[in-house]
Structure formats: C-alpha cells, structure tokens
C-alpha cells in the first residue's frame, strides 16, 4: 500500500508498522524458561485459590511453580498467610497435598516432628537436648506475601512483589460491581495445553484470530467477528462512529446478552451491573502471569495458568455466579459452560498448532500485524520482567 493511501483516524488503536515479536527460542529453550520462571513466575502475584477453598482455620492449599513449592494457610484468626513448603530443619516438603488442614497441634513436618505455628513460628525442635545457642526463634518458616481480594487469595514468591494494583491492566474498582467477593464457583474445569505459557497470553490479547477458529464467538461478538478487539482497531473506525451495530461498537450480537450457548444468560443477574456494563455482555480483568478474569452479566470465568514445563501449560477455569442461581434447581449453568469450553478448547488447539511451528530452524522470530497492538504490549512486558535486576 503506497503511503497517499494510508488513512488513520485519529485515535486508532493498532501498530503502524510491522514489529518483531520475542525470538522464538524464548517459547522453548529450557535455559530461558528457567530465566523467566525466576523473572516472571517467582516475582509476581500469583493467584492460588478462591478464599472459599480455605475457609476454616488452619486449612492449606500448595501450589507448585517451576521447582517451587508453597503453601498457603488460613490462620485462627481468619488471616491468610503465604510459606515456602520448606522445614527448616533439613529442608523436607512440608505439605505432602494440594489441599487439606493441619491439626490443632499446628504443622508437624513428616522428617523429624519440627512443629510450627500457622504464623510460621517454629514452636519446637524435636531433640532432647538441641545444642547450645540453639533458639526456635532463629527457624520460623519461610514466609512470603499473601492477601485477599474480593473472595481470591494470592501469594508471590518474592518477598517485594508489585502492589497489586500495578499487576492489573485496570484499577481493581472496575469489577466493584460484579461484588465478586459473594461469587461461588459452581464449576471447575483443566486442560493441560502443549504450549508456551506465552503463546496463551498472546492469543487471549488477539482477535486477529477469531474470525477463523471461532466461528460461534464470531457470530455472538460480531466486531470480534471483523477480527478487532475494539472499536477504534479499525483504522477508518470514524466512518461506523455514529453507528450503533454492535459489529462497529462491539458488544454482543442484538437480542444476545451472555456468552451461553443461545445468547441468554443462565445464571441471575448481577444486579449493580449498570446500563454500560450490562450492554458489553464481557468485561475483562487480567493479573499477569498468572490470571484473567472474564465477567459477564450472569457469570464471572476464572481462567488460570500455571507453567508445567518450556512447552506444557496448565490452564484452570472456574465459574462464578450468585449464591442464588446455584441454589436453584430450575437454574441450568451448563449452556455458560459448553460455550466456554468449546471457545477455550478452540484458543487451546491453536495454542498447541502455534507452538508446534515455532521449532523451525530459520524461524528466528515473527512479525506482527497492526491489530497485534496489545500482543506487543504483553511482549513488551516479558522483556521489562527479564531485564529488571
Ligand atoms: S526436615 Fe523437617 S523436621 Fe527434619
Ligand atoms: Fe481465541
């Protein structure tokens, strides 16, 4: 295209020119995943569970990343408190499970009867006589940060992770009225991908895509279905700026109002939802690297990743609704879950072609297209995270 012919309105969001993507070493080469485990994974918040999943005092939940492991507790006095999964002694895995509750006596590793206090403090050392100098105040656990947000616990394995407001693409506010602090899961789900952990992230910042692997989301969010995430991704977005068709403003398919099966929502209502929130039928929280949430008017998807391997990912996806649509035996969720599953699966199979392709010997690195705008933003990202000191 000759340059007299390039028009861009103003305010048009995408690239202008092609860029590099991140070398596609970066999505195998087992020496950089390490580098970017330590980097990324180890220096951020980390989603671990809903609070609900540790309700009671003194139950845990374990998370394993890359070579590390930690865990979670709930405290007698209702605080959540991160450790490394470590005894001090001579280092054994305190928590043999992903889940489950210490006894009132507290934590007892399995090696050697060292026993600590769900604040981590070593409480008694199991020789008779411990040397001279020996002080339990000397060995608590390993601790690291942890809180709760909205009814979600995270943790970091750093001990100076970013606040976290600074982890989320928008002010956590945003979400304030989907009151997601009352939400209950009502479903769980888990596939294990072959893929980077990248390549996930950088299709969910996409939509170049959707026209072609999702067919049926293309049809109930018809700008996805013009490739565009946004209005203003088209550069001569001015022309449709006066039109309501949801295929230039975006927004679901007109007489849609969830991502279900038929467009209609399952689940009750969110009901401080306003006008706005309730018309864009998907809202989007994302906490990298570790968590999205997708928000709609009737349910809220949990989607989590968890790096298993350079080319293995986990990703786990939970539902959220209102207490009431759970308890109502008219309420049927499973059409919100079948059109979860089908687009996820769908985001999965690319994700898996995708990094299959990346191996080719003169396959340096890519190219992205203008639409790519916030895949480059992600890239931009991972390299801030490994240049940092
Ligand atoms: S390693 Fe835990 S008590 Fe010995
Ligand atoms: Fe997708």
Redesign the pocket.
Known sequence: MSASSVRRDPGYLGLTAPVETLPAAYYFDPAHYQRELSQVWYRNWIYICRSSEMAEPRSFRTLEIGDQSLFAVRGEDGTVRAFHNTCRHRGAALCRTAAGRFPAAGIVCSYHAWRYNLRGQLLQASSRQPGDGFDVRDYPLYGLPAFEWNGFVFASLTPDPPPFAASLDLPPERLDNWELGKLVVGHRMSKTIQCNWKVFWE?YNECL??PG??PRLAQLVPLFGRALLEQRDDPSWQDHAQDDDPQYVGGLRRGAQSWTMDGRPVGALFPKLTAEERQAGHFYLTCLPSVFLAAHIDYVRVVRLRPLGPELTEMSIEFLFLPETLADPARDIRSAIEFTDA?MS??AAICELNQRGLHALPHAAGVLMPEEYVVRQFQDWVRAQLSRT
């Open positions: 299709n895509h959707c692997v999702h687009v769908e985001d």
